[in-house]
């Protein structure tokens, strides 16, 4: 992995030669970036579907509840994703506040852009979905184009993070399309959309590990079958019972999630368990560090 701006690579002690008064050679690199994603733990996937259940509840209460309406709702959502993007770009590393605040904000976003077509410009859920999975199959096209690569494991450049979050922005608007459409129009039913979606991730689950099913594939693939499932989830506990939900209101799922996600995010940055490691037998030093040794060989 990359290391971030500010320091320099160097070999580990065990494997440091004795220390010369020359300074350091010109084969020494600094690196840019550390990933700029978190390593995909079960955290990673429980935020993630929790972020996505806020997404489809936060939007119908600011829009609904709050009666913003979706239109202007969207727009003042984008304007607080494009300044948290901001920051999350300006980060040289995995900072997991902008991280996952980025998350939840293109989930609310995602979500407005799909009902702003259906609601207000009337067109079909069949339309959305399948222009929004165009647009998802486009994104990964160029991407490998220009990068060779699909992995989130490689987050180190602007341009990676730049198709990254483009991706994931799709991903929502994919997954509020179909879910809606599956369980609103189809008449399934946000339960029984909820245990296909699950299901879904479930055989993905079992493909990578017992048929070797491609990593980057499989992530991706269940990547965009949580948006719909934490859609279905979300539309289930706040609807009312006469439209098959558990009927506790969008302020309530979205304070109850949100408050989950708050406090998974602050155990995430206390421990960094999610961080992405150093390479192998490379540590991390401080440019200041550096610099130090730099003007102490001078003066031997």
């Not at 901001?86 to 904000?105: D, E, I, M, N, S």
Request: charged share 15%.
């Amino acid at each position: 992995m990359n290391e971030a701006p500010g320091v320099k690579r160097r070999p580990s002690a065990q494997n440091q030669p004795m220390a010369s008064a020359s300074a350091p050679s010109s084969s020494e690199t600094v690196r840019r970036m550390l990933n700029k994603v978190p390593e995909v733990t079960i955290f990673f996937w429980i935020i993630k579907i929790l972020a996505t259940t806020v997404g489809e509840t936060a939007a119908d209460l600011l829009s609904e509840t709050l009666g913003l309406g979706e239109a202007y709702t969207g727009l003042v959502m984008a304007a607080v994703l494009l300044i948290v993007l901001y920051f999350q770009f300006k980060a040289r590393k995995y900072v997991p506040g902008y991280y996952w605040l980025a998350v939840v904000l293109l989930s609310v976003v995602g979500t407005l852009i799909s009902d702003n077509l259906v609601d207000n410009l009337g067109v079909p859920l069949t339309v959305t979905t399948t222009v929004f999975a165009i647009a998802l199959a486009v994104s990964f096209i160029l991407w490998y184009a220009y990068e060779k690569t699909l992995s989130i494991h490689t987050i180190f450049t602007t341009r990676r993070e730049t198709f990254y979050w483009l991706a994931i922005l799709f991903t929502f608007a994919l997954g509020t399309s179909g879910g809606d459409l599956l369980a609103e129009r189809l008449n399934w039913g946000y339960l029984n959309s909820a245990f296909l979606f699950a299901g879904g991730i479930a055989l993905i689950t079992v493909a990578y590990y017992r048929l070797k099913l491609n990593a980057v594939a499989a992530f991706w693939s269940a990547y965009i079958l949580t948006r719909p499932l934490g859609a279905s989830m979300g539309d289930l506990m706040s609807q009312p019972h006469d439209l098959g939900g558990l009927a506790l209101g969008t302020v309530g799922t979205s304070v109850l999630f949100l408050t989950a996600i708050l406090v998974l995010v602050v155990y995430l940055t206390k421990t960094g368990i999610d961080q992405s490691p150093a390479p192998d037998g490379v540590v991390l030093v401080p440019v200041e560090e550096v610099q130090s040794e730099r003007v102490s060989a001078r003066d031997v």
